[in-house]
T-cell receptor
Framework: KAGVTQTPRYLIKTRGQQVTLSCSPISGHRSVSWYQQTPGQGLQFLFEYFSETQRNKGNFPGRFSGRQFSNSRSEMNVSTLELGDSALYLC???????????????FGEGSRLTVL | KQEVTQIPAALSVPEGENLVLNCSFTDSAIYNLQWFRQDPGKGLTSLLLIQSSQREQTSGRLNASLDKSSGRSTLYIAASQPGDSATYLCAVKLSFGAGTTVTVRA
């Protein structure tokens, strides 16, 4: 079955612009979480959505937002981009496996954002 | 807040040697612990998932143990190969360690 799909894979923006990233989870998964990965800070949790509701939120400014649609696809948006927002943005989905939700995370390949 | 620490930060071994990677976490009230592998510029690949009720999990040359009471997990990779070179991360409750970067020398 298809894995987690993230688009776009690469993008370049300039400071002050905004960006929207998309994540399609594994079919049947209802939980989607987002992470920012940078060489200096490692992998940091942004937010988690389950059935269109934000369930958990990390410690990021309000410029970072997300949403989840009824088909479980999720988007995250970063407004007023700063140089420090350059990072690999990863999305993970989790859901039922054999009738039980094990909580196992499955990641996409990520969207690499460069802010100039 | 869950803090996850991985030691060592980097490891270089000759081919064939066994690898031991450590992960510690501060909050023992966990649902599960997951080990991942990440190749440069790529996403994370799930290696092993250990539920909180389990003590260990095995897959091929990989074995992961979990000691909830002491807040520790260890990933063992037997008979390492150059293809095992990657960064290994552990995750607990949406918190990730910084990873251990492994280099296996041929």
């Amino acid at each position: 079955k298809a894995g987690v799909t993230q688009t776009p894979r690469y993008l370049i923006k300039t400071r002050g612009q905004q960006v929207t990233l998309s994540c399609s989870p594994i079919s049947g998964h209802r939980s989607v979480s987002w992470y920012q990965q940078t060489p200096g800070q490692g992998l940091q949790f942004l937010f988690e959505y389950f059935s269109e509701t934000q369930r958990n939120k990390g410690n990021f400014p309000g410029r970072f937002s997300g949403r989840q649609f009824s088909n479980s696809r999720s988007e995250m948006n970063v407004s007023t981009l700063e140089l420090g927002d350059s990072a690999l943005y990863l999305c993970a989905s989790s859901g039922l496996a054999g009738g039980a939700n094990t909580g196992e995370l499955f990641f996409g390949e990520g969207s690499r954002l460069t802010v100039l | 807040k869950q803090e996850v620490t991985q030691i060592p930060a980097a490891l270089s071994v000759p081919e064939g040697e066994n690898l031991v990677l450590n992960c510690s976490f501060t909050d023992s009230a966990i649902y599960n612990l997951q080990w991942f592998r990440q190749d440069p510029g790529k996403g994370l690949t799930s290696l092993l998932l250990i539920q909180s009720s389990q003590r260990e999990q095995t897959s091929g040359r990989l074995n992961a143990s979990l000691d909830k009471s002491s807040g520790r997990s260890t990933l063992y990779i037997a008979a390492s190969q150059p293809g095992d070179s990657a960064t290994y991360l552990c995750a607990v409750k949406l918190s990730f360690g910084a990873g251990t970067t492994v280099t296996v020398r041929a």
